[in-house]
């Protein structure tokens, strides 16, 4: 009786399998090679210091794929993508200046599916997804190190020095910027599912839109109740920022949803 049942519920599963395989479609496309999509950033006090890097802002790339939807049917989109973030802050101060460096990197993703006769394109739900982002901030106030005073001393009595006594100030002093940096680098690859519902039967083209940003921002001054200080002459800021995405994969099916089974909601409170 068992072994009826059993081999009575692997026939009716191989058959259901292999139903599905003769009606669904299923198409895959990626990236390969060192093509990457990168945005980078960098801000800094310091003189010369950000020649080398450019800031490009916001940058885009586009993978596609074409599939056939027929009346009734969805369409749901597996999107992959490694993604590189790399932040780098840098505070220099000394006599109490203040210095703060903040860098953010992010990569994400979103979808169209453009009807070829109509030239209609429907947003993939639910719309742009970040896949990876970091923002990073650094600040402090920094009193330096001291290298080498030179003042006078007066003498109460000349022939010894030690009844002497002075008076100064870090007027008086060779203070050197005291430094602390941060700098962090990842890799990983990321998965998200999109869904189209209810799409117009015809020939479509499925764009997944990645897009990397990258911002650096710094900011110097001086302490409060900092007698000394010049936050141009003490203090320093440096924030350096990247995002990457490399390769990249986007998996389509077509599918049939239960009916109802699709919709936006909101969180409910549970407690």
């Known amino acids: 009786m068992n072994r009826l049942l059993v081999s009575l519920v692997l026939a009716s599963a191989m058959f259901s399998v292999g139903a599905m395989a003769q009606s669904a479609k299923f198409a895959a496309v990626w990236t390969d090679g060192l093509k990457v999509i990168k945005s980078e950033a960098c801000d800094s006090t310091e003189e010369n210091f950000c020649d080398a890097i450019t800031n490009t802002g916001a940058q885009f790339g586009a993978t596609l794929a074409n599939i056939k939807v027929p009346q009734s049917k969805e369409l ?27 860098a953010m990197a992010e990569g994400g993703v979103s979808l169209l599916a453009c009807n070829w006769a109509s030239g209609t394109c429907y947003d993939g739900a639910p719309g742009y997804i970040t896949l990876s982002k970091r923002q990073q901030e650094l600040e402090a106030v920094l ?74 921002a710094t900011e110097i001054g001086c302490a409060e109740e900092t007698q000394y200080c010049d936050a141009e002459l003490d203090a320093d800021a440096t924030a350096v920022s990247h995002a990457i995405i490399g390769k990249t994969m986007m998996t389509i099916q077509e599918v049939r949803a239960v009916k109802g089974s699709l919709g936006s909601m909101e969180f409910m409170d549970v407690l």
């Open 143 to 216: 009193g330096g190190v001291i290298e080498e005073c030179t003042f006078d001393v007066t003498l109460d009595v000349v022939a010894d020095v030690a009844t002497g006594s002075a008076t100064w100030t870090l007027e008086d002093c060779m203070v050197l910027q005291e430094e602390i940096g941060l700098a962090l680098t990842t890799m990983a690859a990321h998965h998200f599912n999109f869904v189209f519902p209810d799409l117009p039967q015809g020939d479509y083209s499925v764009i997944a839109t990645f897009k990397t940003d990258a911002t650096a």
């Open 76 to 102: 749901l989109v597996g999107v992959s993508a490694q993604v590189e973030l790399f932040t780098q802050t840098i505070v220099k101060g000394r006599k109490g200046s203040y210095s703060k460096a903040t």
